[in-house]
């Protein structure tokens, strides 16, 4: 993840950009970040993932989708919405969609941490995803082989669910079904 590119624009202008540019730009508190592109690694993990949610929800309730997307985060007690773009994410309240992005909270994100982004997505990212209520987020690290499932407690604090590092099974807690074997989900 690259430095923000300019300080405090308002919501508005960032669309303009993202309107007027092929870059992958994500919006938070006022401030647009450039979004890496993905490496070789990145993009087999993103499409096993991708693939297995895929099929686990087709025709059901909720929906997967997979970056670039953009998610614009909103919740009604918080003035300001965010846009990002995860690597994939699971959306089952389909009313926030449109024909160009999501507006709302998805009930599932999945980061897969790039080395130019690791603090955007360990720290930034996982207190604004717990700050919307999203209820699951996993965060998928290649460099080191590691899967990280946090979920929202009562308190609407995230609590690490399960870790694994480079074998073993993790599995969500919102779609028992979704499971990954991390030895199949890193390989080469």
Not at 5 to 27: A, F, G, P
């Amino acid at each position: 993840m690259s430095m923000p590119k300019e300080n405090h624009v308002s919501i508005q202008e960032y669309y303009k950009r993202r309107e007027q540019s092929d870059t992958l730009m994500e919006y938070i508190n006022g401030v647009v970040y450039m979004t890496p592109s993905p490496s070789t690694a990145h993009q087999r993990i993103s499409g096993r993932l991708f693939v297995q949610l895929y099929q686990l929800l087709e025709g059901e309730e909720c929906e997967a989708f997979h970056a670039p997307f953009d998610i614009e985060l909103s919740k009604e007690d918080i003035s300001e919405n965010k846009v990002v773009i995860p690597d994939l994410s699971v959306i089952c309240d389909k009313s926030g969609l449109s024909e160009s992005r999501y507006t709302g909270v998805p009930a599932l994100i999945i980061e897969i941490i790039s080395p130019s982004n690791q603090s955007h997505d360990l720290v930034t990212k996982l207190n604004l995803y717990m700050q919307y209520g999203v209820q699951e987020y996993w965060i998928v690290n290649p460099l080191i082989h590691t899967i990280h499932v946090y979920t929202l407690s009562d308190n609407k604090q995230y609590v690490q669910k399960d870790v694994v590092k480079e074998i073993g099974v993790i599995q969500s807690s919102l779609f028992e079904e979704f499971y990954v074997d991390a030895k199949f989900l890193f390989k080469q």
